[in-house]
Structures are given as structure tokens and as C-alpha cells.
């Protein structure tokens, strides 16, 4: 069984920075593509950003493309979200998901397979 760990959270300021991490751990790693969705309070889930198996192909949507940046080490099999410019809009709980889906980028909740916890972010001005 496929289980996954958020970690690095946290209240940060406007403008500021925070990485996410998503330790995986239960199947082979490189046979999942990843993503980070995001749902603030009274909100519904939102995607964020995912990448493929390899890491040579990633997606983010357009409320986070250029401030946000998802990667991963399949040796440490972990996912990250690096986080910059943050406003209090993306103030929300952040979930990793692992989908197996192979012949394109997943990028809707209904992709995912396997979901973390969730880590809060917190963003204050």
C-alpha cells in the first residue's frame, strides 16, 4: 500500500518562501507520477502541480505557474513543492497524491490514486 508524508508547512509572510516535501514510501516510486493539490477553508480541492514518472515533464496550474516549482528524487523517493512569492490566497491545506497514470500529466484529483495527510500553509500579510 502506497503511503505518503507531507512535511514543511508554516505560517510565512507575503512574499516569502516554503518547501514542501512528500516522502513516499509501500510501491516502486518511479512507476507513479506526482502532484500537489491545494483546499483552503469553504473551497474545493484544487490542483496545483504535478510531474511524471521520470521528472522530465511537469504541469502546474495557472495561479502558481511561475511562482511555484514541483520536482523529485527518485533515489529518496520523496516530491517537493518549492513555494516563492507567496500570497495569502494560497493560504490552504496541501496534499500529495501519487496517480499511475502514464500517457499523460495528471492533473485532476480523480488521476490520483494514493493521497497524503495534507500540511497547512499559512500565509500572512
Known amino acids: 500500500q502506497v503511503q505518503l508524508v507531507e512535511s514543511g508547512g508554516g505560517l510565512v509572510q507575503t512574499g516569502g518562501s516554503l518547501r514542501l516535501s512528500c516522502k513516499f514510501s509501500g510501491r516502486a516510486f518511479s512507476d507513479y507520477a506526482m502532484g500537489w493539490f491545494r483546499q483552503a477553508p469553504g473551497k474545493e480541492r484544487e490542483f496545483v502541480a504535478s510531474i511524471t514518472q521520470s521528472g522530465g515533464s511537469a504541469h502546474a496550474s495557472d495561479p502558481v505557474k511561475g511562482r511555484f516549482t514541483i520536482s523529485r528524487d527518485n533515489v529518496k523517493n520523496m516530491v517537493y513543492l518549492q513555494m516563492n512569492s507567496l500570497k495569502s490566497e494560497d493560504t490552504a491545506v496541501y496534499y500529495c497524491?501519487?496517480?499511475?497514470?502514464?500517457?499523460?500529466?495528471?492533473?485532476?484529483?480523480?488521476?490520483?490514486?494514493?493521497w497524503g495527510q495534507g500540511t497547512q500553509v499559512t500565509v500572512s500579510s
Open positions: 497524491a501519487a496517480s499511475v497514470i502514464m500517457s499523460s500529466i495528471p492533473s485532476v484529483g480523480a488521476d490520483f490514486r494514493f
